[in-house]
T-cell receptor, first 113, second 114 residues
Framework: GESVGLHLPTLSVQEGDNSIINCAYSNSASDYFIWYKQESGKGPQFIID?????DKRQGQRVTVLLNKTVKHLSLQIAATQPGDSAVYFC????????????FGKGTKLSVKP | ETGVTQTPRHLVMGMTNKKSLKCEQHLGHNAMYWYKQSAKKPLELMFVYSLEERVENNSVPSRFSPECPNSSHLFLHLHTLQPEDSALYLC?????????????FGSGTRLTVV
């Protein structure tokens, strides 16, 4: 699942610090958003989702914030661990049950021990 | 294991070869997808099958031919590919109508065209 050669935005954090990964989405009609994590050699894995009628949702060590006014999504990871090192993608779903998921370009998170 | 299994994991093929990628999902989903992930354009949607009917074909060249014989299986038939087709090919599945719309991905097939 590695994106060899892809020039991704990179975020480097120290183990134990909090991480914030940002994403700008394009379609104001999108009503559902997901964050995926892709580790080397694997496909994208679901982390957390949020619907457009919410502005915040919390999971285990992760929080997603949605700002519809500026079409911005963020993923906060608390107490970042080496196992969090991966590429993170946001995805937006077009309104309606038949809408496809549209993926962002991804951010590479590197955690320094 | 995500419940979506792709084979083979790695494939090297010549430009004149014919090969097929296979995807199988054990999640009871009714929609399946092929994505291409390359160095230049990550996660491009190629094909969508919903209830075993192809509902989307995103201007994919005819050298890629999908097949969905049932809701659990999806194939991508490859013929006379070009070196620029080298990429990671990801299969995903989802429930078209349900409480959530997230896709579950397989681990992908790393394709190299020589």
């Amino acid at each position: 699942g590695e994106s060899v050669g892809l020039h991704l935005p990179t975020l480097s954090v120290q183990e134990g610090d909090n991480s914030i990964i940002n994403c700008a989405y394009s379609n104001s009609a999108s009503d559902y958003f997901i964050w995926y994590k892709q580790e080397s050699g694997k496909g994208p894995q679901f982390i957390i989702d949020i619907r457009s009628n919410m502005d915040k949702r919390q999971g285990q060590r992760v929080t997603v914030l949605l700002n519809k006014t500026v079409k911005h999504l963020s993923l906060q990871i608390a107490a970042t661990q080496p196992g969090d090192s991966a590429v993170y993608f946001c995805a937006e779903k077009e309104g309606g049950s038949q809408g496809n998921l549209i993926f962002g370009k991804g951010t590479k998170l590197s955690v320094k021990p | 294991e995500t419940g979506v299994t792709q084979t083979p994991r790695h494939l090297v093929m010549g430009m004149t070869n014919k090969k097929s990628l296979k995807c199988e999902q054990h999640l009871g989903h009714n929609a399946m997808y092929w994505y291409k992930q390359s160095a230049k354009k990550p996660l491009e949607l190629m094909f969508v099958y919903s209830l075993e009917e192809r509902v989307e074909n995103n201007s994919v060249p005819s050298r890629f031919s999908p097949e969905c014989p049932n809701s659990s299986h999806l194939f991508l038939h490859l013929h006379t590919l070009q070196p620029e087709d080298s990429a990671l090919y990801l299969c995903a599945s989802s429930q078209v109508r349900g409480p959530g719309y997230g896709y579950t991905f397989g681990s992908g097939t790393r394709l190299t065209v020589v």
